[in-house]
């Protein structure tokens, strides 16, 4: 689906969950997948369903490219992520 990139996961009982990044000329497209014992995690996605013993779970949105730009040049945006990604343990 053209030019992106996927980071993989697997948990403590050997399920792995794909994490999908497309990079499209207006957009970007943010794919997520995989399967959980958290029935919260699972009912907050996009789409779920039980199967297999377990929860699987589908999380999809896309950003728009000016929105993006937007993001990643503005000061405030940059100082609350450093402050997020610092502060979550």
């Not at 207006?26 to 009912?43: P, R, S, V, Y």
């Not at 996009?46 to 929860?55: A, E, L, M, P």
């Amino acid at each position: 689906m053209g030019n992106g990139i996927t980071i993989t996961q697997k948990d403590d009982k050997g399920r792995t969950a794909a994490y999908e990044f497309w990079f499209h000329e207006n957009f970007i497209a943010i794919h997520a997948h995989g399967f959980t014992d958290n029935e919260t995690l699972a009912k907050s996605a996009t789409r779920c369903r039980f199967i297999w013993g377990c929860w699987y779970f589908c999380f999809e949105t896309f950003i728009p490219r000016f929105v993006f730009g937007k993001i990643v040049t503005s000061e405030e945006c940059i100082s609350k992520f450093a402050i997020w990604y610092n502060d979550v343990k």
